[in-house]
């Protein structure tokens, strides 16, 4: 009886004491290390740096394919930008309605608007020049009242300087239609003796050149008269004497001198320059000298 158990009864040490299906434990780890240490039969993992330096070679193509994606994206929004802004605005629905004659209607309508802005704006134009020239003319208005006041205060003023007769101006100006015919206007003055009268004749006398000689024409070559009488003047202040004289053809005029032979009394010469006789006015060379 005792024989066929202990034959029945498997040893502890012998294989059949395990499952069939039973795994090997796993690894304990060496008390010694603290590492685990792996059965005898089991397979060791590949080592890591294999795997790593595999990763690191698709790193490099990745971002350059990234880095061109990324640029032609860039470059294809910037084209499409620049073709917006450079590309007109479609026409809207109500011109896409419109018939070509409305359209020539349009036209037309927008045509003589464009004329008639620029008739306003030629108008507009004259009428700016018109004001200034308007404005000019009586700038010289003024300018000449306040030259016309500065003389009568000279003159009648209380303060003026006392003189006997003198040629206070002269103006030549060239007659239309005859070129050697010149009219001539002077301005006399006194007002030395108040209120009485100064009355004589005037008459001009001219220097000028001709061929490169010097040539002086009297009262009577002035006037083409052999016994041509002096102008006569009669004033009790100041008087505008007026007259005609005739400058040859081929003379080049220098000089102007007007001669003043009151009836008592004796002669008064006042000389101007032809450049200040032609002016628009006119101040005396030199002060009047009585004639020898």
Known sequence: MSDETSQSAPSPGTPADRPATQRPASAAPDPATGHDHAPAGATAPPPSGAGDAG????????????????????????????????????????????????????LEQLQQRVATLGRSDAISRQANRDLQSALAERDEEIAGLRADVAFYERLVGATGQRRGLTVHTLKMQPQDGAPSAWHFTTTLTQNLNRGAVSAGRLTLALEGTRAGKLEKLAWADLRQQPDAPGTAYSFKYFEQVEGDVFVPAGLTPVRVTVRLTPQSGAAVEQSFSWAEATRETVVPAATANPAG
């Open 55 to 106: 990763h690191h070679r698709w790193r490099l193509p990745a971002a350059v394919l990234l880095a061109a994606a990324l640029g032609f994206g860039a470059w294809g929004l910037w084209r499409s930008l620049s073709e917006t802004q450079d590309t007109p605005p479609p026409p809207g629905p109500q011109a896409a309605s419109l018939t070509p004659r409305q359209m020539q209607a349009d």
